[in-house]
C-alpha cells in the first residue's frame, strides 16, 4: 500500500501539509524549535506515516526521540521502525533516505540522550514522568538504499 494517511492528530496532521506544502520553508519549528519529517511506513497497514519529531542532530545523524509527551505507551510510529527501519527524513528543504536502529548500547544511550536533551530540555520531564524507558534511535544514511518507501 502506497497510500499516505494522514495522522488522526490534527495539529500534528498540519504541522505536516504546512512543512511539506511549503517544500520545507514553513512549518519547521515546535516552540521556536526545530523539527524534522520522518517518512515510516506502518508496519500493520502498509501506509505511509509521517511523523513530525524534533530534530536531534549528532553530526550527520539524527536522533530520534519516542516521547510522545511522556505517555505510558511508546507512540505508534515507534513499532513501524522496528519492523522496517528505512525512513525518509525531511529537514527543512533537504530529503534524507536513511536507516534507523533503535539504540540499546548504555554507553551510546547516555550519550545520544544528552545530546537530545540539550536539543529539547523537555524530553527529560518526559522520561521522569513515564515508568517506561522512552527509546531511542539513530538515523545514518544508507548509501547502499537504492530505494525507498
Ligand atoms: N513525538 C515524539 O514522540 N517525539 C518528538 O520529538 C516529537 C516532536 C514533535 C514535533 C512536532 C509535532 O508536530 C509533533 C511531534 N511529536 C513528537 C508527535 C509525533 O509526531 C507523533 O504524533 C506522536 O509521537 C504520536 O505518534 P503515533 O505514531 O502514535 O501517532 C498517532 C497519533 C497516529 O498517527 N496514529 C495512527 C492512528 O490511526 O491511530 C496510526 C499510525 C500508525 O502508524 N499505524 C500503524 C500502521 O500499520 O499504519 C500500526 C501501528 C500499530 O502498532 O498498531
Known sequence: M??????????????VSLYEGSGGNDGTTLKDLPVIIVTNRGWRTGAIRKTPLMRVADGDKYVLVASQGGS?????????????PKVEIQDKRE???????????????????????????????????????????????????????
Request: charged share 25%; no cysteine.
Open 2 to 15: 502506497n497510500e499516505y494517511i494522514p495522522s488522526p492528530s490534527r495539529w500534528v496532521a498540519e504541522q
Open 72 to 84: 505510558p505507551k511508546h507512540p505508534l510510529w515507534y513499532h513501524n521502525l522496528k519492523a522496517n
Open 95 to 149: 530529503v534524507h533516505s536513511m536507516v534507523v536502529r533503535e539504540v540499546t548500547n548504555s554507553v551510546e544511550k547516555k550519550r545520544l540522550w544528552n545530546i537530545a536533551v540539550e536539543a529539547y530540555p523537555p524530553y527529560q520531564e518526559y522520561q521522569e514522568k513515564t515508568d517506561r524507558v522512552i527509546p531511542v534511535f539513530i538515523a545514518e544514511t544508507n548509501k547502499h538504499i537504492k530505494k525507498t518507501l
